[in-house]
T-cell receptor, first 108, second 115 residues
Framework: KNEVEQSPQNLTAQEGEFITINCSYS?????LHWLQQHPGGGIVSLFM???GKKKHGRLIATINIQEKHSSLHITASHPRDSAVYIC??????????FGPGTRLSVLP | GAGVSQSPRYKVAKRGQDVALRCDPI?????LFWYQQALGQGPEFLTY????????KSGLPSDRFFAERPEGSVSTLKIQRTQQEDSAVYLC?????????????FGDGTRLSIL
């Protein structure tokens, strides 16, 4: 069993739809990160969470430490949101452990 | 810009050749990470530097992989006697501080193809 799992693996949505991507982890963490990777490889950090909820524009990230689960929500999705979304966890003094990613395609 | 810079962006090599991949972290960043990302998968940790010290190399898949950061800034990942399974995107990331509990700043990666 992988330490960080994501669902769904692939997601296709119509422009304007509300999107949820889930992440579950099995190890102790001090922070969880949501990352966005566009074709071509560049990775951008979206959120770093240790509790509760964060919002940035149309993106919302939540984490439930007791359940070891996090969700990334995209409201009013747009084709430019098409990318791979990666969940990663970190522990003090240690490297990131990454999930396998969720490939999102938003159709116009 | 002042982001993490990796070169080359693409590298094609024949099986058995040696390759060297370069990472220029953000100026002043203490921590530097190398990751390997196979096609369709999430990145996997290779090695971690704090300044010039390589504190963790547990993710290096074999002794053909070697990384250095001699002056605590630029880092080079070297792969000797490349094999087809080394084909992947190699990502470099840096953070300002000494621990990884911070957002990491990623480069665009080097896509390595071994023929």
């Amino acid at each position: 069993k992988n330490e960080v799992e994501q669902s769904p693996q692939n997601l296709t949505a119509q422009e304007g739809e509300f999107i949820t991507i889930n992440c579950s982890y099995s190890v102790g963490i001090s922070a969880l990160h949501w990352l966005q990777q566009h074709p071509g490889g560049g990775i951008v950090s979206l959120f770093m969470l240790s509790s509760g909820k964060k919002k940035h524009g149309r993106l919302i990230a939540t984490i439930n430490i007791q359940e070891k689960h996090s969700s990334l929500h995209i409201t009013a999705s747009h084709p430019r949101d098409s990318a791979v979304y990666i969940c990663a966890v970190s522990n003090y003094g240690q490297n990131f452990v990454f999930g396998p990613g969720t490939r999102l395609s938003v159709l116009p | 810009g002042a982001g993490v810079s990796q070169s080359p962006r693409y590298k094609v090599a024949k099986r058995g050749q040696d390759v060297a991949l370069r990472c220029d972290p953000i100026s002043g960043h203490v921590s530097l990470f190398w990751y390997q990302q196979a096609l369709g998968q999430g990145p996997e940790f290779l090695t971690y530097f704090q300044n010039e010290a390589q504190l963790d190399k547990s993710g290096l898949p074999s002794d053909r992989f070697f990384a250095e950061r001699p002056e605590g800034s630029v880092s080079t990942l070297k792969i000797q006697r490349t094999q087809q399974e080394d084909s992947a995107v190699y990502l470099c990331a840096s953070t300002p501080g000494r621990v990884s509990n911070q957002p990491q700043h990623f480069g665009d990666g080097t896509r390595l193809s071994i023929l």
